[in-house]
């Protein structure tokens, strides 16, 4: 059974910082591409942060030069910094790992809150 645990959430003012991690059972992470993407209230889900199972890093330019996607091999997790925060990176924030179209999962969310 997979399973995609999400930590790190919470409330940060503006210009503050959050790690989110997300713990994976059931499946390795470096077989697959993992990645982030969050959810704010009346809007689609979108990625924010994605890393392929060879290690290539890629961001929207929402987040790009303030998120940094990690993964530890040994950990068996990925996490996300988020640094200077802004209001609209208020959102559930989603761990997703994948390998085909067939093997998709997703964590619970953890809720980010930017709030001064």
């Known amino acids: 059974q997979v399973q995609l645990v999400e930590s790190g959430g919470g409330l940060v003012q503006p210009g503050g910082s959050l790690r989110l991690s997300c713990a994976a059972s059931?499946?390795?992470?470096?077989?697959?591409?993992m990645a982030w993407y969050r959810q704010a209230p009346g809007k689609q889900r979108e990625l924010v942060a994605v890393?392929?199972?060879?290690?290539?890093?890629n961001y929207p330019n929402s987040v790009k030069g303030r998120f940094t996607i990690s993964r530890d091999d040994a950990e068996n997790t990925v996490s996300l910094q988020m640094n200077n925060l802004k209001f609209e990176d208020t959102a559930v924030y989603y761990c997703?790992?994948?390998?085909?179209?067939?093997?998709?999962?997703w964590g619970q969310g953890t809720q980010v809150t930017v709030s001064s």
């Open positions: 890393v392929t199972s060879r290690g290539r890093k």
């Open positions: 059931g499946i390795t992470v470096d077989a697959y591409t």
């Open positions: 997703n790992a994948q390998n085909s179209v067939e093997n998709a999962y």
